[in-house]
């Protein structure tokens, strides 16, 4: 009994601070309304509207935040690398062409672990440095993997909404409310375009410029975004190496998002039939039984929706039991309700 009232005594003093703040912020509504003139009414129509992109903002600039440090990261290892390999040109073996070039592409194949085997390190100290590139590099592509795809979705999420908002159609506050809810969707949908625009832009290339047959150019392709590298096909002439070294880092980064999204795609899609079948489905006596966690052979609200929350695999039973003991040693005074003498001598 008083872990039910405890819970009825936290959600009565929510819905009466609840019922407390939405009463004043009608009051001052209606306040703020009657001093309005009527030349301020189109700025307040204006405010409205531009409101939820305020809370849109913040977020942008984070990811731009994180994207530039990515993309500073990146710069900093290419260009160690660069110098590495440019310094050891001599002891790489393989098809060259110019040596800053071969450096930079040497680096981007090694650190997607796409390899070639076009230009290989030959001697122990090469054979060193590649080792120790090749690791870092695979923890900086996953860095990547993390904060770029998600910076373009983002960016292209808040320009489709600012598009939306010159068509008075669409309603600001609902548009964001459907990027934020298929913001998967909408990150797979665009890395699927970005992936076809890739994979086009990289045959074409190679079609084109070195010369490949189209079976070969697309075997190619799929050689490198997969990062088999099987290394009978590959990237020979200069401006080949050149195109190669920015369309591999995007095309192998592409891919993986590509997967990622997918499988969040397919993991929210059965989160959603479960929940949808937890809320739809018929209790029965066994299910109270199960709900009622004091044993008083009632099920209040509070016990209901933790049900249903454990059903849905949102939290699990010890969850509960870990909420419960911190609320137990804040309890000083054992009352079981939380006061601000409670907090003090805790």
Not at 67 to 72: A, F, G, Q, S, T
Not at 168 to 178: H, I, P, Q, R, S
Not at 284 to 290: G, K, R, V
Not at 303 to 316: A, H, Q, R, V
Request: charged residues 20%; hydrophobic residues 45%; proline residues 1%.
């Amino acid at each position: 009994m008083a872990d039910e009232d405890v819970r009825q005594s936290l959600l009565s003093s929510t819905n009466d601070s609840l019922n407390l703040n939405e009463t004043k912020a009608i009051q001052r509504r209606k306040s703020h309304h009657r001093s309005k003139g009527p030349s301020e009414k189109e700025s307040q129509e204006q405010e409205k509207v531009l409101q939820p992109l305020i809370n849109v903002e913040p977020t942008f600039v984070g990811l731009e935040f994180r994207i530039k440090y990515v993309l500073l990261l990146l710069a900093l290892y290419l260009g160690i690398g660069t110098l590495w390999f440019f310094l050891t040109k001599n002891q790489i073996y393989g098809k060259k062409t110019n040596g800053v070039i071969d450096a930079i592409y040497f680096c981007v194949v090694t650190m997607t672990s796409v390899g070639y085997g076009d230009l290989v390190p030959h001697s122990t100290l090469a054979k060193t440095l590649s080792c120790i590139y090749a690791f870092t590099g695979v923890a900086l592509v996953g860095l990547i993997l993390s904060n770029a795809a998600d910076y373009i979705a983002e960016k292209q999420g808040i320009l489709l909404v600012k598009s939306m908002l010159k068509n008075e159609k669409f309603n600001t506050a609902e548009v964001l409310m459907d990027v934020e809810t298929n913001r998967d969707k909408y990150k797979f949908l665009m890395t699927s375009l970005l992936l076809v625009v890739l994979i086009i832009s990289g045959i074409g290339f190679l079609i084109l410029v070195e010369g490949m047959e189209f079976i070969d150019a697309f075997y190619c392709v799929c050689s490198t975004m997969t990062t088999l590298g099987y290394g009978d096909k590959s990237f020979s002439t200069q401006e080949g190496r050149m195109f190669a070294i920015l369309w591999i880092l995007s095309s192998t980064i592409c891919l993986g998002q590509f997967f990622l999204y997918l499988a969040a795609l397919y993991t929210e899609k059965r989160q959603r039939s479960l929940v949808k079948w937890v809320l739809n489905r018929k209790l029965t006596p066994s299910d109270l039984e199960a709900a009622d966690m004091d044993h008083d052979e009632v099920v209040s609200a509070a016990e209901f929706i933790l049900y249903k929350l454990k059903e849905m695999g949102k939290i699990c039973q010890d969850d509960v039991l870990l909420l419960m003991e911190r609320f137990k040693d804040l309890d000083v005074d054992h009352s079981g309700t939380l006061t601000t003498d409670d907090l003090i001598l805790s």
